[in-house]
Structures are given as C-alpha cells and as structure tokens.
C-alpha cells in the first residue's frame, strides 16, 4: 500500500493576509429540535469567532413522537426566527447565510411544509441534514477546533444523539444516529430514573457498536456544553472556557449520574447552570453517563465546536484547512492590536532555536506567544503582566486544552515582566508541570528582551542573535544596531539569565563575518 503523503501544516505568522479585512462575514441558522439559532462569524476561515450568537426555542420534537407532527405553535414561532434572523444577518453584512434543519424536520410528517414555509415568508433555503451528514459536520467541527484529534464524536442535539469518528484531519467511514436528544430523553425520565436509564441502554446496545470505543471521546452540543460548565462550576476549574475541558471519565460520569437524578427546580440553584439549561440538564447528564458506560473511554474532551463549524470547516480550500487553529486565533488576535504587526513573524523566527528539539506541538504555543506578544501595549504597565494573564486563560481559543492556554498566559505573563510567584498565577499555573512552567517563563523574557532592545524593529532583531548556556546569556548584535547598553536592557538580560540559572550576561558586537569583537 502506498502511504499518503503528510500534508503540509504551515505555523508561519503573516499579517499582510490576516490583516486585509476583505473576508465578509458568514451566517448559519441552525434549526434544531429544540431551538433555532443563528450564528454570525467574523468570517469564512480557519479560526472563525462568533460575532453574533441568538437563539429561539420553537421545541419542534416536543410531542413529535406522539403525534408525527411539528405542533403549531412550534411551527409559527420557526417560521417569525427564521424571517427575523435573516434581517439580523443582512443588517450586519453577512455575505453568505446557510440554513439547516435536522432531526425533528427529518421526522416530522410536515416537516416539508415548514420548510416551504421558511421559503415562502423568509426567503430561506433550508438545507435537512441526513443523520450522516449530522455525524460527520459534528465530527469536522471536532477536527476543526483541536490539534489532530483522535477520538469518537458524539453530538447531542435536541432530538437525536449522533456518534462518529474523529481521525486526526478526517471523519471515520461508522456513523449513527439514535432517538436520544434532549427532548427524548427527557420523557424518558418523566417515567423515572431508572426507568429512563434501562431504555437508553437498551437503545445504546442496539445502536452503539462496541467498535466505536476509543480512548477520546468528544461531546458535542448545546445539552454536554451546559453539563460541562456546571461541572467547572462545582469544581473550581481555574480555567472556565468550556472547549478542551478534559476530565477523567469515573469522575465526569459520577456527577452526571448525581445531575440525571436531581429536578430541574434544585439545579437552578446551581453556578454554572442557566435558568434555560436546567429543564434539559437531567437528560443532557443521563444519555452522557450512559454512553460513556458502553464506550468505556479513558477520558472525557468537551468541544465547543460541533454541526455548526464542521460545516463552516467543509467550505474551506484544503490549503486553509490545514492552518492551524490556534495559530490564526492568535494572529487574527494579536496582529491587528501590535505596534508593529511584522514584527511577530520576526521574532516567530528569531526565537525558533530557543529550544533545541521542538517538537511541533510545542512550535505551535510558542509561535502562538510571538502572535500574542505585543497585546497590552496600550494597558498600564502595572497591569499589563496580570490583565493578560487573565485574558488569555479564558479567551475562545481553538485548538487548545486548558494545560496549553496556561502556557500561553504565562509565556505572555512573563514577557510583560510578571513574577513566576505571582500569586494570580494560582490555581491555573498547577496546570502545567514545573519543567512547562519554566519553559513558559524563559520564552517570556526572551521575547521581552526582543522588544526592549531592538526597539520593536524588525531588522534590528533579525540581525541580533542569542546564545543560551548554562552558564552564560549573550547577546550578539550587528555594528549598525550598536550594542544597546541601557541599564533597561541590561536588566532584561540579567532577567532572563535568572530564568535558566545562567550566572553570567554579555552583549556583543559581531562584525559582517559573524565574528564577535
């Protein structure tokens, strides 16, 4: 068999095309079993943040089963979002606005006709999802939102849980879709908890092969997000973004077995759990233990992302597909709030030898820091160590756990000249090991040396050079740069020193051959 060639995986920083400002905006009206929800990006690309996110709850599966109809109310509640959202995502320049319906529409004998109706009064083409094609977006914005996952995806919605595969830049051929959205489920458990809990696996068993079991699993949709949140809540999770939230899956299944049990009146006493979330948390917690019982995975990764952004992901050129998430957040960030927006490609480059051995995994954070360097030049200098910090701990970032976003802050942390016994640094710096924690904090002061002695000019640093020993720091700069000797710089110097244990500081002045004098 011949083997596929790796593809390419850029981590290059380029501000002339983040910059431009030329991507239109791009819309999705998702129309689900038990909401519909319009979401505005700030654009169609590889890191796309929500600039406008609403939802109607129409509840189209309540009372479907039963009577295999969208009851009216539903019906004419979809139709007035449907028409409503459009003149929103119009107003706010949207440039191309897709649509899509699943589950209850799927099943709905007159599912037909509210589509019809959506065309008819909002001028809409909706687009019904297949169950496959469910699995498979759920599983895109899986493969979206993280660095090369492996793992199975499975996508709660209102009206039908979907499991697929995630295989690092592609979806697995198995797929299923089962009766156990929200909704469902949570008739299920009007009957009683254990009632509701032999039901589902009866379903799971039947329509969950064993074959999906891997050691990852990925939940997605609004119902696992919510469980996720609460779960930060009870725990004191230092790091609140609900994306890359990884736990253990006894513990997380522990407490969605104490969630599933509990009424909906006593879980809005809870942080973390919002007044709409609470009716539906129960069956959200129950259909979550059950299946990670069949599947058995050794760990729990909650994703923000699912239908809606595997099928923005779908709509890109294969060249952008394979840019890395974080990487673009963090220059779309980043690049527009610098001084000098070339600068960080510079020092992206300048710093690639700083440790020996970099392992691509690593390449993308530290690349990620240079995009992110320059964030708080407009802050007090008092402030601008610890309000990045913070910033950078809960900011939607794609493509990164919550161990690698502390790394991040702290590297950021640490190039405005914060304290590694800063006490803000705790409980979220626990995170990363202390070897991580040391690397972070020698990248900051790297980079803080960068900016301080090259003035923030980019040839000025290209033609400068570091050497990091153990027992020395040196900084090596070409004639025409002059050897920058302030007591600033000096000081840097010294910081950084500290920072690797190195006992001893020198700058120097090579000349055109290299040749240090």
């Not at 038990?34 to 654009?43: A, I, M």
């Not at 409503?84 to 995502?89: M, S, T």
């Not at 990764?301 to 990487?327: H, N, T």
């Not at 626990?430 to 924690?437: E, F, R």
Request: aromatic content about 6%; glycine content about 8%; proline content about 6%.
């Amino acid at each position: 068999m011949t083997r596929q060639k790796e593809p390419h995986r850029p981590l290059e920083l380029d501000p002339a095309r983040v910059m431009r400002g030329d991507r239109p905006h791009y819309g999705i009206i998702d129309i689900g079993s038990n909401s519909v929800r319009l979401l505005v990006y700030d654009q169609l690309g590889r890191a796309p943040l929500p600039r406008f996110n609403e939802k109607s709850l129409a509840r189209l599966a309540e009372g479907l089963p039963e009577t295999g109809v969208i009851a009216a109310d539903g019906f004419r509640r979809t139709v007035e979002a449907a028409r409503r959202f459009r003149a929103n995502a119009e107003a706010m320049g949207v440039a191309k606005l897709d649509v899509t319906a699943t589950e209850a529409i799927r099943r709905a004998t007159n599912g037909k006709d509210l589509v019809a109706a959506i065309a008819a009064e909002a001028g809409l083409t909706v687009r019904i999802l297949s169950g496959a094609e469910e699995a498979r977006y759920a599983a895109l914005g899986v493969i979206s939102g993280f660095f090369r996952p492996v793992g199975a995806v499975g996508d709660m919605g209102g009206g039908s849980l979907e499991v697929a595969e995630a295989i690092d830049d592609r979806v697995g051929d198995a797929w299923t879709s089962l009766p156990l959205g929200a909704l469902p489920v949570e008739a299920l458990l009007a009957e009683g908890y254990e009632v509701a809990k032999r039901r589902v696996d009866d379903l799971l068993r039947t329509g969950l092969k064993a074959s999906f079991a891997r050691p990852t699993f990925y939940p997605v949709g609004g119902g696992w997000r919510a469980l996720a949140k609460a779960h930060i809540e009870a725990v004191g999770a230092p790091v609140k973004a609900v994306h890359g939230y990884a736990v253990e899956t006894p513990v997380i299944r522990a407490f969605a077995k104490t969630i599933a049990r509990m009424a909906p009146a006593k879980l809005l006493g809870m942080p973390g759990v919002s007044t709409r979330r609470a009716r539906t948390l129960p069956s959200a917690a129950l259909a979550l233990d059950r299946v990670l019982k069949r599947l058995a995975p050794d760990k729990v990764i909650f994703s923000a992302l699912g239908l809606r952004e595997g099928l923005l992901y779908s709509q890109l050129d294969e060249a952008e597909r394979y840019l890395d998430p974080l990487v673009e957040g963090a220059q779309l960030i980043g690049l527009p709030h610098a001084r000098v927006p070339a600068f960080a490609p510079e020092l992206a480059a300048w710093t690639a030898d700083l440790f020996p051995n970099e392992k691509p995994h690593d390449t993308r954070l530290r690349v990620a820091v240079c995009a992110l360097s320059d964030i708080a030049w407009r802050d007090a200098v008092d402030l601008r160590a610890e309000e990045s910090f913070r910033r950078l701990l809960q900011f939607p970032f794609i493509g990164v756990d919550h161990a690698e976003r502390v790394f991040v802050a702290a590297a950021v942390h640490a190039r405005y000249a914060g304290r590694a016994d800063a006490p803000w640094l705790t409980p979220a710096i626990d995170l990363i090991t202390p070897a991580l924690q040391r690397r972070a904090q020698i990248l900051g002061r790297v980079i803080q040396l960068a900016y301080r002695f090259s003035g923030v000019v980019p040839a000025v640093l290209a033609s400068a050079r570091l050497r990091l020993d153990p027992d020395c720091v040196r900084l090596e700069v070409s004639p025409a740069a002059r050897a920058p000797d302030s007591e600033v710089v000096v000081d840097r110097l010294r910081w950084l020193a500290a920072a690797i244990g190195a006992k001893r500081t020198e700058i120097v002045v090579r000349d055109d051959a290299g040749r240090s004098r």
